[in-house]
Nanobody, 118 residues
Framework: QVHLVESGGGLVQAGGSLRLSCAATGSAFSVNAINVMGWDRQAPGKQRELVALITRDGSTNYRDSVKGRFTISRENANNTVYLQMNGLKPEDTSVYYC?????????WGQGTQVTVSS
């Protein structure tokens, strides 16, 4: 079993920055099996959407609306994934969920609120 613990959300003005962190914990076997880590988000009344993904070897993928503003990174030694968010917009306001995928299963964190005021 893998547990994902997020931190770093908060309230910021438009144009500001936030950095989200997510640490994966659990058995060494389960954590080391994780290949892809990433972030989803869900705004009130909207469907959950992918924000960014990163594989164990560092390949990344972003949704179009965050390209050039958000950067995902990963420390495999610490089983931690980060999301640096710059140039935040009010439409980025959502609950952000850390995700992890392996051959053993898919996992989600409890979420951290990001609110961007105009």
């Amino acid at each position: 079993q893998v547990h994902l613990v997020e931190s770093g959300g908060g309230l910021v003005q438009a144009g500001g920055s936030l950095r989200l962190s997510c640490a994966a914990t659990g058995s060494a076997f389960s954590v080391n099996a994780i290949n892809v880590m990433g972030w989803d988000r869900q705004a009130p009344g909207k469907q959950r959407e992918l924000v960014a993904l990163i594989t164990r070897d560092g390949s990344t993928n972003y949704r179009d609306s965050v390209k050039g503003r958000f950067t995902i990174s990963r420390e495999n030694a610490n089983n931690t994934v980060y999301l640096q968010m710059n140039g935040l917009k009010p439409e980025d306001t959502s609950v952000y969920y850390c995700t992890a995928a392996s051959g053993l299963g898919n996992y989600w964190g409890q979420g951290t609120q990001v609110t961007v005021s105009s």
